[in-house]
């Protein structure tokens, strides 16, 4: 395991002018329209704009070379192409890395939010497992992000640029070197080593709705950042009245965070069931957009020891979910620092699972991935007062050899 300390000291500035990494269409032509660009050409110069920040990952404006000199000095004037923060980087043995990102401030009250980005390699595929809030809005009572009180949502642009974020550190716009990693990055002649999108970090995404689905919008951009709607993954603990809608409007994927087959037990693992319970929850996947058996729903269940992990709940999973396009996820519950749960042993996952199985479900037992960096399922929050910490006592050190 590597760890990358403080990039800035705590209290340095952050970036002075406005970025445009991380605007969608509009914001960019509003960005343009600012600096006094006529309305007739500002479909081009956003069209030149997006293909430089999302293809090209372009960090200056001097790059944009089908610009004009004189818009291109205009733009660095006014704007920049900064990023957010990397403060800090965890690799794990198994090749998953776990960035904590400091977003530039949004107001005077605002120190700038931190949040926590997972980035998890495989054979076929790259999978980063963005963030949408900062914190979270609900209290599940085995998940660690949980015990983190909301902040506040994310904007579109700050859920975009964990992307951005994500392909320059793994050399992933054309012309990056990616890291030494011994071969763990997918790579080759047309592979990316961010291939798949899933919401399933730090908060609810359907209580950031609008901003995730904007972020959706430039992430599925065929002329940018390019990935398809189909890799794109949105996790909900069951926020009923949105999950229609984001059908409509995003047409992603859907994941289903269900941990429970009866509402008693739901209501003390999920407390939102208390307010959508299983049945409507149910009804919603069963009429989701698109749903079909080539574009199944994800059914997450954590194996918890003694909790919900018996043959019977099992049977009852199979039955709940009857004409529903499904697979069922079983994810091994992942040790975090004063949880009261413990993972369910091998053979218990390995019957639950057979029986899903054996009802005509696949049911991947998920392999658990970073976890000796608190980066897996359930694992993930903020460690910003422990680096706040650290990096007030490397300060308080500095004044005393000065003073000394």
């Known amino acids: 395991m590597t760890d990358i300390a403080l990039a800035t000291p705590i209290d340095a500035p952050l970036h ?3 970025s445009l990494v991380g605007l969608t269409r509009a914001g960019l032509a509003q960005a343009l329209a600012a600096i006094g660009v006529p309305e007739r050409e500002q479909r081009m110069r956003v069209g030149q704009l997006w293909h430089w920040i999302y293809f090209q990952g372009a960090t200056s404006f001097d790059a944009m070379l089908n610009i004009s000199k004189v818009l291109r ?25 776990k960035w904590l990102i400091r977003m530039p401030p949004v ?11 997972v980035y998890i390699p495989e054979s076929d595929r790259g999978t980063l497992c963005v963030s949408s809030q900062v914190g979270c809005t609900l ?25 951005v974020v994500a392909r320059d550190m793994l050399g992933d716009f054309p012309g990056q070197t990616p890291p030494d990693d011994g071969g763990l990055i997918p790579a080759g002649e047309g592979v990316r080593a961010v291939s798949n999108i899933v919401f399933m970090g730090m908060g609810e995404p359907l209580y950031n ?29 069951g926020v009923v009245p949105q999950i229609g809608a984001l059908g409509e409007e995003a047409g992603t994927m859907l994941a289903i965070s269900l941990h429970a087959t009866n509402d008693e037990l739901r209501n003390t693992l999920v407390p939102l069931n208390k307010k959508y319970p299983i049945r409507d929850l149910l009804d919603a996947c069963r009429n989701y957009p698109g749903a079909s058996n080539s574009r199944r729903i994800t059914f997450e269940y954590v194996m918890l020891k003694g909790v919900n992990d018996s043959p019977a709940e099992a049977r009852e999973l199979v039955r709940l979910l ?13 040790p975090w620092p004063g949880t009261q749960y413990e993972c369910s042993d091998w053979e218990t996952i390995e019957k639950f699972s057979d029986i899903v199985f054996n009802a005509g479900y696949a049911s991947p037992v998920r392999t658990p991935r970073g976890r000796d960096i608190l980066a897996a399922c359930g694992q993930l929050k903020s460690e910003t007062e422990k680096l ?5 006592l490397a300060l308080d050190d500095e004044d005393e050899i000065a003073a000394d």
């Open 209 to 237: 709705f609008d901003e995730v689905t904007d972020a959706i919008s430039v992430l599925t951009d065929g002329e940018g950042l390019s990935l398809s709607k189909r890799r794109i993954t949105v996790s909900t603990s």
């Open 107 to 117: 107001d005077a009250r605002d120190k700038g939010a931190e949040i926590e980005c």
């Open 139 to 163: 209290t599940c009572t085995f998940c660690h992000t949980g015990t983190q009180k909301l902040v506040r949502n994310l904007s579109a642009q700050e859920i975009v640029q964990q992307l």
């Open 388 to 392: 706040r910490a650290r990096a007030r």
């Open 73 to 97: 000095a205009t733009l660095a004037e006014h704007y920049g192409l900064s990023r957010p923060e990397v403060v800090a980087q965890q690799v794990s043995v198994d090749g998953t890395r």
């Open 16 to 18: 002075a002018k406005p």
């Open 322 to 334: 009857k004409g529903v396009p499904a697979k069922i996820n079983l994810i091994p519950f992942n």
